[in-house]
């Protein structure tokens, strides 16, 4: 084998390596992005209650949420609670030095979030999505929860009165040495939340759409924008070919 090979082969190795830790090898689920103002606005609304309470967005400043359907006033009235001009970035309410002396460090800004959990395994949003629906009691973490595309988060569930509480199965498996290893089987909802499973599952959609959007808010207004362009530049081909043909009909 060639020092080229062996190169990619190693370099394919470690990526193969970091992917499975960053979903803990669990299998990623699709998410249900949906881009339409009324799912939005939910999204906006849940990130709000329950996300700027430790996760900043500073990004994005609470004007830019006209765009998805939202007048000054509602956003004002409904979604401002830690700033006062409709114009001020849609910063975290928790201070960094208390989140680290909580939480062992300071909660990361979200402003990009859905972007930055990209790999190969899918797409930042389908991480975030699977992500808020696999938190389950562990009374061995600080928080008392734990993750299972995550093992060891910081993070508590801070869904967890939407969702309620789940608790991890275990079973006891040879590890083909001779070891018995705990191998995590599933996980079973004991306590339920306010929301039914169906419904705390259009809950997060909702919120990874918000997040996924909050990411780039300016990408339906291009992609609209594109099309737009090629509809005209369709246009212009059409009358290029027929003043050509016109031009070209006594020419033998």
């Known amino acids: ?12 190795l470690a990526l193969t390596a970091a992917l499975a830790q960053a979903s803990g090898g669990v299998q990623l689920d699709r998410a249900p992005l949906r881009f339409d103002n009324a799912s939005l606005q939910s999204g906006a609304k849940t990130f709000v209650n329950y996300c700027l309470n430790c996760h900043g967005a500073s990004a994005l400043r609470y004007n830019r949420l006209t765009q998805i359907g939202l007048t000054e006033q509602q956003i004002k009235d409904n979604l401002m609670f830690t700033a006062d001009k409709i114009g001020e970035q849609m910063k975290v309410a928790i201070r960094s030095d208390d989140a680290k002396r909580w939480f062992g460090a300071a ?6 979030i859905a972007r930055a959990r990209a790999s190969g395994d899918g797409s930042g949003a389908d991480w975030l999505y699977t992500y808020l629906r696999q938190f389950y009691r562990d009374d061995s973490r600080p928080t008392g929860w734990n993750n299972v595309i995550f093992p060891g988060v910081g993070m508590p569930h801070a869904l967890w009165n939407l969702q309620g509480v789940q608790e991890a199965r275990f079973v006891e498996k040879d590890d083909g ?17 306010l929301l039914t499973k169906e419904e705390y599952d259009e809950e997060v959609a909702n919120l990874v759409s918000f997040l996924t959007w909050m990411g780039e808010p300016a990408q339906e207004t291009r992609r609209q924008l594109g099309w737009a362009v090629l509809a005209v530049l369709g246009v212009l081909a059409v009358l290029s070919w027929m003043l050509k043909k016109a031009f070209w009909k006594d020419v033998h």
């Open 107 to 112: 909660p990361p800004d979200l402003s990009v």
């Open 177 to 193: 040495h001779g070891n018995k290893v705990k191998h995590l089987e599933g996980l079973e909802l004991v306590q339920p939340g």
């Open 1 to 12: 084998m060639s020092l080229f090979n062996k190169t990619l082969a190693i370099a394919a």
